[in-house]
């Protein structure tokens, strides 16, 4: 069984930049798309974006494009989500997820999730 544990959250200002890295213990390679999700507060969980089991395809929120970027380390089993230029409405918890599948998923085929890591961008 797949598990997932973000690390790298914090406080950060406007413009500033943070990763994120999810570890994976368990067979992820054995085809796992992931993805990262994010749930400001009072709102309902977004898609961030995600990338495939293969690692060659990835794609994104419209609202991250350019500024984050997704990447996976199969040998690590590590994922990562560099953020670049934050702004405030990037603040929330920020949850890695795995989805059993060799294309990209849908949302609803996620379906194991890491604890959660929180990001704060003050003005």
């Known amino acids: 069984q797949v598990q997932l544990v973000e690390s790298g959250g914090g406080l950060v200002q406007v413009g500033d930049s943070l990763r994120l890295s999810c570890a994976a213990s368990g067979p992820t390679s054995d085809g796992y798309a992931m993805g990262w999700f994010r749930q400001a507060p009072g709102k309902g969980r977004e898609w961030v974006g995600e990338v495939s089991a293969s690692g060659l395809v990835t794609r994104y929120e419209d609202s991250v494009k350019g500024r984050f970027t997704i990447s996976r380390d199969m040998a690590q089993n590590t994922l990562s989500l560099q953020m670049d230029n934050l702004q405030v409405d990037d603040t929330a918890v920020y949850y890695c997820?795995?989805?059993?599948?060799?294309?990209?998923?849908?949302?609803?085929?996620?379906?194991?999730w890491g604890q959660g890591t929180q990001v704060t961008v003050s003005p």
């Open positions: 997820a795995a989805a059993r599948t060799w294309g990209l998923p849908l949302r609803l085929e996620y379906h194991i």
